[in-house]
């Protein structure tokens, strides 16, 4: 009874606290939201990319020969289109240096220059047209969308171009005379079909050229910021639940100090009790924090964390883990003072090297993957994504075996240490 | 002259406190590699491409050969034979960005006019999955391009009385995929230098996005010891005790703020100076410019840390409160990502943060290769920041019995 | 050694840290229902035997019992029938006065409607039934020391041991914890009690004894004690000069026993109080000292302490 009796106690002290309360749970759903908002725009619906707005530049100096369509209007014409996302804002210059002014002062992100022979060399199979793209250096991803859709662009002059001159050539070679009439029609019948094309992989139920998504178990999310948030939500449950066992274990430092500690050790309830009372206290925090978290961004996010053994399973090893390692890593401490930046350092090392901070990022070098294995910040990541992925029960065991014998070994190391020191 | 004296008093217990190094300095540097390393390839493959898995049922035809021919070409992705047994634990595990298998008879029926759907494993939500999913896709329009093309020039020669058969078909395919294997565009991509005459491309350094990150973030948490300085000395009673003597209010303000802006500068030098000799980020290619930022980031996360000191009634709050502000000015303020990547209203108001403005005056020197006048605006905007925290940390501690 | 009738037995206590001897060899025996006082200055190793007997520390010689139970080889026993009052308020701040008491009262083995009973007696006992709901961080020193003193009543311990629980608070406050000791006395509470106030051993005791150094130098009543300097009077000298001339020069004086210096003034044990005067200021004329002011003391505990050690009380 008096294990439950200081374990309450020391419940009760913590969750009076606004600090503890506030890194426990507001502090971890915080930066899930903030990664939320930031990407929660993007590769939603139809491939919806609700990026910052680019403003593009284009300066054209197209001037074809003789009777070759303009095709560096047409491709103003097609960048300012309403069909072009949103976030894409094209406007013409009239000069290059303005238009290269415009980018150094941040006004534009890309400025797109098109060279006087740009129709005649996309009309002519000589040598292939070229477009300069002046680019603010701090972006990527803007640009790299922008380069797609001209070549898009092109591409559908190109097969036009190509569609006519193969079948012309074709024909001839074939010994039948067709007049330019027929040829019109045959790429004009081209153009139709290229259109159509776009409109079955863009837009319809069934592409010809159909994406698939691996999954495992059949559980995994068709939603790409589900996938995202899981990882990075399980990275915050990981860290903060580290944090708060570390943080908890604190309590014997403070209770040493306040001088309270030497007075439970006056009465009748012997020191092993009156410390095993102390661990119970912080295995509870971590658990519930962690049930906790999951059950808010299941709620808040529309987290699907997997199988619920594969969840009950990684919650406990998690929590053994968290709790093993807090008391060790107190039984080194002298002092309250020492202990609070130790706990942030050491926390957030251990946190870096277990990939919590990058667990949306996809393509981490293989290194950094090996490195997350010495810690069981990075076992614990590796059992979540499984979860996520929908894993059974039997193929997180290793994990969930590997961490709570990570968290008994802590424990009994960290528990003798006290001991010692306050026998 | 006491303010002075007020804030050395200040800097010496702060830099007696071994933790103070942990804060300020040894933990951004790890934190800086680390993201370093994240953003970047430290160990640079030989072939960078996106590796794409090639199952191919249609062995031998016209239209899966070429666009293997056509895929081959590509800058973006390179081809791996695979399994259909192996293709979805490689994909899942990402050592395959996408697989693509080719139907049985492919070649054949689409020649033939028939409607034949292509197989591509990949993953979406994944930046190689997205971009191999966009290579694949143009590539199997154009060989769909030649298809069609065969196609009409058939329907041509065929209603101009000749004969046509799978020969002719495949002849015209053959020609129109050569026709495409010719580029028809090239792109000269050139990134804005400024004013730099640093012809290499200073964006590939991916420690110029961590360094100067790290550099804004830290300078939040680091201000968590001049913070609990003011704490502690409301709560051991120095601070009624400074109040007795004849220095008043404003100059005790200012001496605590001197101390903080002095740690926060000499700190963010520091982590220059580090970015500088160590991850190669070229801040003194523009010393005066990199000063000014530096000035104006360490006056603000000063600011800031006098209205957390006189906010907070505790340590932990004090911990609570620079943790929180870390938080939220690194995320919205491009310190953790760029804000390229984020959806619009979070970067609309990412853009009104002191730190966006940070970040945006050291990245205009380390990759838009400008000058002094690109930080003038930057700076600009944390003074006005500096200014808005100070005030309100003014009328707080004004307010204070 | 288990002897039913005393309340507390002390037989060749020891503690050693290192080479540093704190406590070398106590022995003492305290009645039921007694205040028993040790008494001595900072360092003399009082605390050190209080935390030997609460069971803080492990004695490296002898033993000691409480109501019988040997704190060595029945630690649990001996601490039931204990009650500590530390010196430092040892309280969970961020608890209120109800709930510490409640915590503690079940560290002792209280539950349930006892436990209550008796949270709210402590509670009225101290004067802080309407507060009871407040959380201690936000008690004046005062109250924190009440609520400090009740969390050790909680379980009727037959004693209680109270460290120097005057030291460092307001006068006011200091008034109301020795008659609280008093009135747990009345009840037939046995009181262990530390501290280096004199005044207070000499108000509130029925036996003090006398530490210095680790070992105990002195033990009896007040009355028994104040006989070890006889007749003895003490006098308060201050000089004009520097005190060592004084003292050199008043040491071996006929009828003067000890002259030792203390803050500037320089206390002396003399015989006859009469006949020493003249002679005290005839040294001091010859060696150029004038006296500027003369205390003659009732012979008291410091007397004692400085007769016994050659020091005084308060170092």
């Keep these: 009874m008096k294990i439950l009796d200081i374990a309450l106690k020391d419940l009760t002290q913590s969750f009076r606290s606004l600090f503890a309360v506030g890194m426990m749970f507001a502090a971890p759903l915080l930066i899930t939201g903030l990664i939320y908002f930031a990407f929660g725009g993007l590769a939603g619906g139809e491939g919806g990319n609700d990026l910052p707005d680019l403003n593009i530049v284009i300066v054209n100096h197209d001037r074809p020969t003789g009777d070759n369509p303009r095709l560096g209007e047409l491709l103003v014409g097609y960048l300012q289109e309403e069909s072009m996302p949103d976030w894409l804002v094209a406007r013409e210059m009239q000069d290059e240096t303005t238009a290269r002014a415009a980018v150094d002062q941040r006004e534009a992100g890309v400025a797109l220059i098109v060279p006087a022979d740009f129709s005649d060399a996309l009309l002519s199979a000589d040598h292939p047209a070229s477009l300069t793209l002046v680019q603010d250096p701090t972006l990527s991803i803007g640009p790299a969308v922008l380069a797609d859709l001209v070549r898009l662009f092109v591409d559908g002059i190109s097969g036009a171009r190509i569609a006519s001159e193969v079948i012309s050539e074709q024909v001839q070679q074939a010994g039948v005379a067709v007049n330019s009439a027929d040829l019109q029609d045959a790429t004009a019948a081209y153009a139709a079909w290229y259109a159509e094309l776009q409109r079955n992989l863009h837009h319809s139920g069934q592409p010809i050229l159909a994406v698939r998504r691996p999954a495992a178990g059949g559980q995994a999310s068709e939603d790409p910021i589900k996938t995202i948030l899981g990882a990075t939500m399980a990275g915050m449950v990981i860290f903060f639940n580290f944090f708060t066992g570390a943080s908890a274990a604190q309590s014997i430092l403070r209770e040493q100090e306040e001088g309270t500690l030497a007075r439970l050790f006056t009465t009748p309830a012997p020191r092993a009790l009156i410390l095993l009372g102390k661990f119970s206290a912080v295995f509870v925090m971590v658990l519930v924090q962690a049930v906790v978290l999951l059950a808010a961004s299941a709620l808040i996010f529309g987290i699907n964390w997997g199988r619920p053994a594969t969840v009950a399973l990684l919650v406990s090893s998690l929590s053994l883990a968290s709790t093993g390692f807090g008391i060790l890593l107190l039984s080194g401490m002298q002092s309250l003072r020492q202990s609070g930046p130790v706990i942030g350092g050491v926390i957030s090392g251990m946190g870096m090297m277990g990939g919590l901070f990058t667990a949306g990022m996809a393509n981490l070098p293989k290194a950094f993957n090996t490195v997350t294995l010495f810690v069981p910040q990075g076992w614990a990541m590796r059992g979540w994504k499984l979860a996520l992925a929908g894993a059974a029960p039997a193929e997180v065991l290793l994990t969930v075996l590997v961490l709570a014998g990570m968290g008994l070994a802590f424990f009994a190391i960290g528990a003798a240490l006290f001991r010692r020191r306050l026998a | 002259m006491r303010s002075i004296e007020l804030a050395l008093k200040d800097i010496k217990q702060i830099l007696r406190d071994k933790k103070s190094l942990l804060f300020l300095v040894l933990m951004p540097l790890v934190f800086t590699l680390f993201m370093g390393f994240a953003y970047g390839q430290m160990s640079q493959p030989e072939d960078p491409r996106l590796v794409v898995g090639w199952i191919n049922l249609d062995e031998g035809g016209t239209l899966s050969t070429a666009l293997r021919a056509d895929l081959e070409r590509s800058e973006v992705l390179r081809l791996e034979e695979t399994t259909a047994e192996q293709a979805g634990q490689l994909v899942q595990n990402g050592k395959l960005a996408a697989v693509l298998t080719i139907p049985a008879g492919f070649s054949e029926k689409n020649l033939d006019g028939e409607v034949i759907y292509l197989d591509l494993l990949a993953d979406r939500a994944t930046s190689s999955g997205s971009m191999a999913e966009q290579a694949i896709r143009a590539a199997v329009v154009r060989a769909l391009s030649a298809s069609e093309t065969a196609r009409l020039a058939a329907d041509l020669i065929h209603s101009g009385g000749a004969a046509v058969d799978t020969a002719t078909l495949q002849q015209a395919a053959e020609a129109a995929s050569r026709a495409w294997a010719a580029p028809a565009l090239g792109f000269t991509i050139e990134k804005a230098q400024g004013d730099s005459q640093n012809t290499a491309p200073a964006g590939d350094n991916p420690f110029n996005q961590a360094s100067p990150g790290m550099i804004v973030q830290f300078a939040v948490f680091g201000l968590i010891n001049s913070a609990m300085l003011l704490v502690l000395e409301r709560q051991n009673g120095c601070l009624p005790r400074l109040l007795t003597t004849s220095m008043s209010r404003a100059e005790v303000i200012a001496g605590h703020l001197l101390a903080m802006f002095a740690v926060s500068f000499l700190q963010g030098l520091i982590l220059v100076l580090a970015g500088q000799f160590v991850f190669e980020a070229d801040y003194l290619r523009q010393p005066l410019a990199t000063l000014i930022v530096l000035s104006a980031l360490a006056l603000w996360a000063a600011s800031l840390g006098m209205l957390i000191g006189t906010l907070a009634k505790g340590e932990d709050q004090v911990i609570l409160y620079a943790m929180a502000g870390m938080f939220l000015f690194s995320a919205l303020g491009g310190a953790w990502f760029p804000l390229e990547g984020v959806g619009r209203t979070f970067a609309a108001i990412g853009r009104w943060m002191p730190s966006a403005h940070a970040m945006t005056g050291f990245q205009n020197i380390l990759i838009r290769g400008q000058g002094t006048n690109s930080v003038l605006l930057p700076a600009a905007v944390l003074l006005a920041w500096a200014a808005g925290c100070f005030g309100l940390a003014v009328w707080r501690f004004q307010k204070e019995d | ?315």
């Design chain 3, 1 to 315: 050694m288990k002897t039913e009738t005393n309340a507390i037995e002390v037989n060749g206590l020891r503690k050693n840290f290192g080479k540093l001897e704190a406590v070398r060899g106590v022995s003492f025996t305290v009645q039921p229902g007694e205040i028993f006082s040790l008494l001595g200055p900072n360092g003399a190793g009082k605390s050190t035997t209080i935390s030997m007997l609460a069971g803080l520390l492990e004695p490296t010689a002898g033993d000691a019992a409480i109501s019988g139970y040997s704190v060595k080889d029945e630690p649990t026993a001996a601490k039931t029938a204990l009650g500590v009052v530390p010196q430092e308020i040892a309280l969970y701040p961020d608890l209120s006065a109800y709930e510490n008491l409640m915590f503690w009262g079940k560290m002792y083995g209280l539950r349930g409607v006892e436990l209550r009973r008796r949270a709210a007696e402590i509670l009225e006992m101290t004067g802080l039934a309407d507060r009871q709901k407040d959380r201690i961080g936000t008690f004046s020193g005062g109250m924190k020391r009440r609520v400090n003193i009740g969390a050790a009543l909680l379980h009727h311990p037959r004693v209680v041991i109270m460290d120097e629980p005057t030291v460092g608070i307001d006068p006011q406050s200091r008034r109301h914890i020795l008659d609280s000791v008093k009135a747990l006395n009345q009840q037939g509470m046995t009181v262990l009690y530390t501290t280096h106030y004199m005044e207070e051993a000499e108000e509130l005791s029925d036996h003090i004894a006398i530490m210095d150094h680790g070992q105990i130098i002195a033990i009896g009543t007040y009355a028994e004690l104040i006989q070890l300097i006889g007749e003895q009077t003490r006098m308060d000298l201050t000089v004009n000069t520097d005190p060592d001339i004084a003292v050199r020069a008043w040491e071996n004086l006929p009828g003067v026993s000890k002259v030792s210096r203390e803050n500037g003034a320089i206390q002396t044990l003399v015989q006859d109080s009469n006949a020493a005067l003249p002679r005290l200021f005839e040294a001091a004329s010859q060696a150029n000292v004038r006296i500027t002011g003369v205390n003659i003391r009732e012979p008291n505990l410091e007397a004692v302490f400085l007769h016994l050690t050659g020091r005084a009380l308060r170092d």
